[in-house]
């Protein structure tokens, strides 16, 4: 059964006057979209409308996503200055994004940089990795290695050089290793709760307004796979 995130279970992992970072479950969606669901974003306004008895329409930027099926680190901006600065920083890549992943193969190195090409197909809303550029299609880097042995399945540290549509799960797809309970990308059967186990585990930035680093760390859901990692 997947939680949904509501105001009062909500998941807050750094809070100030200028960004608000969640961590998100399962079924959480960030932005609303053809499903009508309330996103991840309604749902942390109502959480600071209650929270500082604010009248009005609260303001909140979202500066990026995660996939649905996807848990881990969502950052919102608080106010217009801090959303302008965030996406900068995201745009420019001057943000550390690690994720953690759990595959049912184990890669053929322990640790590798994959360069692939992306193709999106908006009708699937799926991305095709291909291992040479193609039309319409966007370089995407990341580097990964193997940090567990499980039983049946290996966890893996990720980190993204690039920002691209489903990328590292079309990715390791493409290199054998899909990503436990991801079917669109060729695993086997889906995970009980309908998520995948790829989480945003680490997000490290300079403060858009304080100008301090900041590193946050999202503990990884309930659940016996996560809690071998």
Do not use: C
Not at 10 to 28: A, F, M, P, S, T
Not at 30 to 40: F, I, M
Not at 77 to 90: I, Q, V
């Amino acid at each position: 059964m997947k939680t949904i995130s509501t105001k009062d279970n909500l998941q807050v992992l750094y809070e100030d006057n200028h960004i608000i970072v969640i961590n998100k479950r399962v079924g959480d969606i960030v932005q609303g979209d053809k499903t009508g669901d309330k996103p991840l974003s309604d749902v942390v306004k109502d959480y600071i409308k209650d929270k500082y008895g604010k009248p009005g329409e609260v303001f909140l930027g979202v500066v990026h996503r995660l996939d649905r099926p996807t848990t881990g680190i969502v950052l919102f901006a608080r106010t217009s200055k801090a959303l302008e600065r965030m996406n900068e920083l995201f745009k420019n890549r001057d943000t550390q994004k690690t994720y953690w992943a759990v595959v049912k193969n184990r890669p053929a190195k322990e640790a590798d940089t994959l360069e692939h090409f992306l193709k999106r197909n908006e009708k699937s809303n799926t991305s095709k990795a291909f291992p040479k550029e193609v039309p319409d299609s966007k370089k995407a880097v990341l580097d990964y290695k193997v940090i567990k042995e499980l039983n049946n399945y290996f966890a893996l540290e990720i980190t993204l050089h690039t920002g691209r549509h489903h990328q590292i799960r079309s990715q390791l797809s493409f290199i054998g290793s899909p990503i436990k309970g991801d079917l669109k990308y060729g695993f086997d059967r889906s995970n009980p709760d309908g998520g995948i186990h790829l989480h945003a585990r680490k997000l490290a930035f300079l403060h858009p307004v304080k100008k301090e680093p900041v590193e946050i760390v999202a503990p990884v859901p309930f659940d016996p796979i996560w809690n071998a990692v």
